[in-house]
């Protein structure tokens, strides 16, 4: 099986493991059953069934929404693909130096490095006028770095979409500044 090198280990990711049980246990089964699903939180057991419907191997997974940027989307199939993933590596498919998949492997070394922290009501105001101001993708970058509420969520994608648009002091200033040199109160 094709391997990737990930810190100078070799590991398997979980398509070759799934290719590999199509071409090897062609009778048997690859089950994925939802544990526990929440607006933001996943958890999937799967389970290799030989031909007798017996459970020969099994693997849990648990994602959280937005912990990574494939979980921004799709958490619940990135969750069932590493459950698959164990549950072949625990039946013995590509194992020769880890039960984890590459894929497990990448995952966690993106979220070791970009832990997401609860946006405070400062950072969160300051990410509004930011966009305010023109700099919509440094926005953009940095919301990786936090988690939103979903209306913070919903309020910060329609000000990045120009679907609401936001109002800063200095316009505000500007505005009143053209308004008061329109009627000569400003000389």
């Known amino acids: 099986m094709k391997t990737i090198n990930i810190h100078g280990k070799q590991y398997v990711e979980v398509n070759e493991r799934i290719k590999y049980f199509r071409e090897h246990f062609k009778e ?43 979980n921004k989307t ?11 993933g164990r549950a072949l590596g625990n039946l013995g498919i590509g194992i020769d130096t880890s039960i984890a998949s590459a894929d497990e492997v990448k995952i ?5 490095e970009v832990k997401p922290t609860k946006i405070t009501k400062k950072q969160f105001e300051a990410m509004k006028s930011s966009i305010a101001d023109g700099k919509q993708d440094i926005v953009k970058t940095r919301m990786k770095k936090y ?10 994608n329609n000000l990045l979409s120009g679907k609401t648009k936001i109002t800063t002091v200095n316009k505000i200033i500007e505005d009143l500044s053209d308004k008061m040199l329109e009627y000569n109160d400003l000389k």
């Open 28 to 70: 048997w089964s690859l089950v994925s059953e939802i544990i526990e699903l929440t607006d933001n939180r996943c958890v999937i057991k799967s389970s290799v069934l030989n031909t007798e419907s017996r459970v020969i191997s099994t693997g849990i997974a648990y994602e959280i929404l937005g912990s990574t940027n494939v």
């Open 74 to 84: 799709s958490f619940v199939e990135n969750c069932e693909t590493s459950a698959n």
């Open 108 to 112: 966690a070394i993106a979220q070791k």
């Open 147 to 156: 988690i939103f509420s979903k209306e913070q969520e919903a309020e910060i």
